[in-house]
Antibody, heavy 120, light 110 residues
Framework: QVQLLESGGGVVQPGRSLRLSCATSGFTFSSYGMHWVRQAPGKGLEWVAVIWYDGSNKDYADSVKGRFTISRDDSKNTLYLQMNTLRAEDTAVYYC?????????????WGQGTLVTVSS | EIVLTQSPGTLSLSPGERATLSCRASQSVSSSYLAWYQQKPGQAPRLLIYGASNRATGIPDRFSGSGSGTDFTLTISRLEPEDFAVYYCQQYGGSPPTWTFGQGTKVEIK
């Protein structure tokens, strides 16, 4: 069955970096676009970044543009999010999610999330 | 940038009642790119509806979506105990493309 498992979260000081990973299984990873979506404590969902199935396109929310980088390693079936120059407002649960086949917009499988806390 | 506004913020209903949730876009959205998600506490979101009106795999038929342009609706025909949760609409579109979520509607037990 389709599984997505995030890791790499933790407590980090403002201005520092962190890399999140999303290990996937149960589907042909290289055939799917992938997203990162975050949720601050007690708040709603915020889209963060997307990478096309072939890595040819990447897009970012304005709030993270220039600081975060999404990437993928199809040989490892893994999605990444490199987060630099972290700010307190980046504190959130970060989810990876798969684009539904045939779509560019909706997300049919999600991981359980990894918590990133930016605090001194 | 398209902004999605969901209403009401909270809906207090009893099991068996009908729930009607609204999602209004600040500009026209392609129906193909309007989705609804359900999220329960401590869980990841779950895709309910895609393309404004298509149920995702395994979603019961008490969930239905409708609408076009700037106004979309999620209807739960008869609330089951497991339906009490937060619901988000989401759209994709524009150039450069962006993915936007509404702020959510909480359906709580009355």
């Amino acid at each position: 069955q389709v599984q997505l498992l995030e890791s790499g979260g933790g407590v980090v000081q403002p201005g520092r970096s962190l890399r999140l990973s999303c290990a996937t299984s149960g589907f042909t990873f290289s055939s799917y676009g992938m997203h990162w979506v975050r949720q601050a404590p007690g708040k709603g969902l915020e889209w963060v970044a997307v990478i096309w199935y072939d890595g040819s396109n990447k897009d970012y929310a304005d709030s993270v543009k220039g600081r975060f980088t999404i990437s993928r390693d199809d040989s490892k079936n893994t999605l990444y999010l490199q987060m630099n120059t972290l700010r307190a407002e980046d504190t959130a649960v970060y989810y990876c999610a798969r684009v539904r086949s045939g779509s560019n917009g909706d997300l049919d499988y999600w991981g359980q999330g990894t918590l990133v806390t930016v605090s001194s | 940038e398209i902004v999605l506004t969901q209403s009401p913020g909270t809906l207090s209903l009893s099991p068996g009642e009908r729930a009607t949730l609204s999602c209004r876009a600040s500009q026209s959205v392609s129906s193909s790119y309007l989705a609804w998600y359900q999220q329960k506490p401590g869980q990841a979101p779950r895709l309910l509806i895609y393309g404004a009106s298509n149920r995702a795999t395994g979603i019961p038929d008490r969930f239905s979506g409708s609408g076009s342009g700037t106004d979309f609706t999620l209807t739960i025909s008869r609330l089951e105990p497991e339906d009490f949760a937060v619901y988000y609409c989401q759209q994709y579109g524009g150039s450069p493309p962006t993915w936007t979520f509404g702020q959510g509607t909480k359906v709580e037990i009355k």
